[in-house]
């Protein structure tokens, strides 16, 4: 089993950036799709963004197509979440996530079931 844990996250004004890092423990995600997800008060854990195990692949919900950048290091074991232009409706706790099974190198999934190993998740707070 994978351990993710997040990191990253804090208060910033809107308009601002923040960069998320997901390290990765326990084996490899060399060959996994990873991906992004959030959650508000209230509101269901909702898909961010993922990325193929290759990076050539990523996928983006339409709410941060444009400000938000997913990429990954396989060597360091970790992927990463560019956040720019921050909004405060951004504001959320974010997980990192694992499919649960390795692909094919240009494979990315979008949907919560595919994925089987979750961080805790790190708070991000956008002001306005």
């Known amino acids: 089993q994978v351990q993710l844990v997040e990191s990253g996250g804090g208060l910033v004004q809107a308009g601002g950036s923040l960069r998320l890092s997901c390290a990765a423990s326990?084996?490899?995600?060399?060959?996994?799709?990873m991906g992004w997800f959030r959650q508000s008060p209230g509101k269901e854990r909702e898909f961010v963004a993922s990325?193929?195990?290759?990076?050539?692949?990523?996928i983006y919900a339409d709410s941060v197509k444009g400000r938000f950048t997913i990429s990954r290091d396989n060597a360091k074991n970790t992927v990463y979440l560019q956040m720019n232009s921050l909004k405060p409706e951004d504001t959320a706790v974010y997980y990192c996530?694992?499919?649960?099974?390795?692909?094919?190198?240009?494979?990315?999934?979008?949907?919560?079931?595919?994925?089987?190993?979750w961080g805790q998740g790190t708070q991000v707070t956008v002001s306005s």
């Open positions: 326990g084996r490899t995600v060399s060959s996994y799709p």
């Open positions: 990325i193929s195990w290759s990076g050539g692949i990523t």
């Open positions: 996530a694992a499919e649960s099974a390795p692909k094919s190198p240009l494979w990315v999934g979008s949907r919560r079931p595919q994925f089987g190993s």
